[in-house]
């Protein structure tokens, strides 16, 4: 999503900074052009690489995916020109028809067809196709000057002298479009390495196998992530913008002026008071800080306090609650895992390795869940002066998992990488509640007398986001009765019967679970189910 | 993720493009909604229709095969698209 919002600005500021609908589409054309021919390049490069160093996989696959790779380059020119004419429909449509096709194209392949790895190829290569196809036979949507594009006018545009047009268009240069290019493009190579971090890993140090036993559960565990998560996640963004928003001028500068490894940025707006809430002791509000209180700007400083509060009270609610949801995974979900592998992958996967990688998986879950959250929060506050911080915590947290994740995987299989991959993400949650928490006490260093402030001084996000005792103590006893129940009834060979008594069980410690969370959290339920609720209205109060 | 963002989008589109045409309409702000409930729909539908055949599929292609198509080629195919891609912003940089 980064990646592609960069691309575009940058195509947009450079394509559209001036001339007529013509001249525009004709740098646009030109430009685009530049991906097929690089595609080809690198293309060669890799069969080249994969012909010499990889002689275990089949060449032919290769060929294949490099062929659908440059098909859906082909359509790259229309998809810039749709882009800046903010037609979205072929866009959405060649990407929604694309996928059909190519699950379709799978299916076909490798169950009717029985083609094996070739069948992947064969599913790229329609992908692409049908991609291309799309975005080609919505052309009439476009407009220059008042009348259609057509087909032939497009490509008519590429040819060595619109390159030569595209170099004049440009001539005299752009100081800030350039530096803006180089960090986009830096930023977002950052970002495909981490993103493909694991991947990378895999490919490098694992087999095949392994590297199929670890595709599976990631898309079985991203689910979860995908469809649970992520709406809360979402919904907690928009609130916390909307709250930055609402907080007035006055927050809008302690966001500005806050720096999370900088402690004087706290020091001098809070004083000798700030100082002790950085040293992490309570803070202690002298009364010489009373007296000169600005009389002019209570209004200012009552608002922050209210912003400041309130956005404390949704980040520890809602992030008590989803760790309450993500506490079943683990608990409950990671002894099932036997018979959830059994009965929806079948015999071809069912094997310890598997069974071992997603119950890892379940325990992963709850890190994500907590990182998804403190993210949220902490984009919305982060001002430029962070965001350096911010990227080092994320090149830190890769650079953990790298590093880990060889050892890990040499010591657990495949469940190693799981357990790499929990460990970054771990330190990533840790890093944004730390930023959370330092934020939320460089906003209260101003000069307010509100007891919401007072108490928020003393505040402990690490301590508000962990449940209560009685629950953890709930959650080891159910684990216990989950994992004894999976190695009695579960076991490799089971029954349809031990399956049922098993999952019986399952049941049950699920409703127990529940019932304690609703005796012992119910605030942070309700705050949970109202925060999604409130999605569907794009705001929370 | 993705679903999500694409009903937004389809339904943000349909209404501002109709809130263009005839803001005053209420017969096409019908038709915007009715629209975007049926590529919401469909949208769904695919959804699960690859869901379901992705998952036959599975039944029938081993860890070794489906760890090279979504692992290792994957990651090729992904890496193509981005230097190729990038390649543009490259020579952006470079005419300016």
Redesign the interface.
């Known amino acids: 999503m980064t990646?592609d919002s960069c691309?575009e600005g940058?195509?947009l500021a450079?394509l559209q900074s001036r001339g007529d609908d013509q001249s525009q589409l004709r740098r646009i054309a030109s430009?685009?052009v530049?991906?097929?021919?690089?595609?080809s390049g690198?293309?060669l490069v890799?069969l080249y690489w994969y012909a010499i160093h990889r002689p275990g996989?089949d060449i032919a696959?290769?060929i294949m995916?490099?062929l659908?790779?440059l098909l859906?380059?082909l359509a790259?020119p229309f998809y810039n020109l749709y882009y800046c004419r903010l037609i979205?429909?072929p866009r959405?449509r060649s990407?929604?028809a694309a996928?059909?096709c190519r699950?379709?194209a799978?299916?076909l392949a490798?169950?009717v067809a029985?083609y094996?790895?070739r069948?992947?190829?064969v599913a790229?290569v329609v992908y692409g196709g049908v991609y291309l196809f799309v975005m080609l036979s919505h052309v009439s949507m476009l407009t220059a000057d008042g009348a259609p594009v057509r087909l032939s006018s497009v490509l008519a545009c590429v040819t060595p002298s619109s390159f030569m047009h595209?170099?004049k268009c440009?001539e005299g240069?752009?100081d800030d479009?350039?530096i803006l290019?180089?960090h986009?493009?830096a930023s977002?190579?950052l970002k495909?390495i981490l993103t493909?971090g694991d991947?990378?890993v895999?490919?490098i140090s694992a087999?095949?196998?392994?590297?199929?036993?670890?595709?599976?559960t990631s898309?079985y565990g991203s689910l979860v992530a995908?469809i649970l998560f992520?709406?809360i996640e979402?919904s907690c963004r928009v609130a916390f913008s909307r709250m930055c928003s609402a907080g007035g001028h006055a927050f809008n500068e302690k966001i500005a002026s806050f720096s999370v490894l900088n402690r004087r940025s706290r020091s001098s707006a809070g004083g000798s008071a700030g100082q002790a809430v950085a040293a992490g002791g309570v803070r202690t509000r002298s009364k010489s800080k009373l007296t000169t209180f600005d009389k002019e700007n209570t209004d200012d400083v009552a608002l922050v306090e209210a912003t400041i509060a309130s956005m404390a009270e949704l980040l520890t609610a809602v992030l008590r609650g989803i760790v309450l949801f993500a506490l079943l995974f683990p608990v409950i979900g990671s002894s099932y895992c036997r018979v959830g592998v059994k009965l929806?992958?079948?015999s071809?996967?069912y094997m310890d390795e598997?069974v071992a990688t997603l119950s890892t998986f379940c325990f992963y879950i709850l890190a994500i869940s907590i990182n998804g959250i403190s993210e949220s929060f902490v984009h919305a506050v982060i001002s430029p002066k962070s965001l350096n911080t911010f990227n080092m915590s994320l090149v830190a947290s890769w650079v953990i998992f790298m590093g880990s994740s060889v050892p890990l995987m040499a010591r657990f299989g495949t469940s190693g990488l799981v357990m790499a991959n929990a460990l970054g993400m771990t330190l990533r949650g840790c890093f944004n509640l730390y930023f959370a928490q330092s934020f939320i006490y460089h906003a209260c260093s101003c000069d307010t007398r509100s007891l919401n402030v007072e108490a928020l001084t003393d505040f402990n996000i690490f301590h508000s986001a962990f449940p209560p005792i009685q629950v953890c103590l709930g959650c080891i006893v159910l684990f216990i009765v989950c994992l004894f129940s999976g190695s009695r009834f579960a076991a490799s060979n089971m029954l349809a019967a031990d399956i049922a008594v098993h999952i019986g069980v399952g049941i049950v410690c699920g409703c127990l679970y529940l019932s304690l969370v609703w005796i012992y959290c119910r605030s942070n339920v309700t705050e949970l189910i109202y925060s999604v609720r409130s999605r569907g209205k794009g705001h929370i109060d | 993720m993705v679903f999500f963002n694409q009903c937004i989008v389809i339904y943000s589109w349909l209404k501002y493009r109709d809130m263009g045409k005839s803001a005053t309409s209420g017969r096409v702000s019908a038709d915007a909604i009715s629209g975007a409930q049926h590529l919401i729909m469909s949208n769904a539908f695919q959804k699960i229709c690859t869901f379901a055949l992705n998952q036959v599929m599975l039944r029938y292609s081993g860890p070794a095969v489906f760890g090279l198509a979504s692992i290792e080629l994957e990651l090729l195919l992904s890496t193509l698209l981005f230097l190729s891609r990038y390649t543009e912003i490259g020579y952006i940089y470079f005419i300016l």
Not at chain 1, 34 to 39: L, N, Y
Not at chain 1, 207 to 216: D, L
Request: include cysteine.
């Open positions: 990646f691309r940058i195509r450079v430009l685009s530049i991906p097929t021919f690089a595609v690198i293309s890799v996989v696959v290769v995916y490099c659908g790779a859906e380059i790259e979205m429909l959405l990407e929604m996928v059909t699950s379709v799978t299916f490798v169950v029985d094996g790895i069948g992947f190829g790229q595209l170099l440009n240069g752009c479009l350039l290019a180089a986009a493009t977002s190579l495909h493909e991947k990378i895999l490919s087999s095949h196998f392994n590297q199929g036993i670890y595709a599976i898309n995908r992520h709406p979402e929806a992958l079948g071809e996967w598997t």
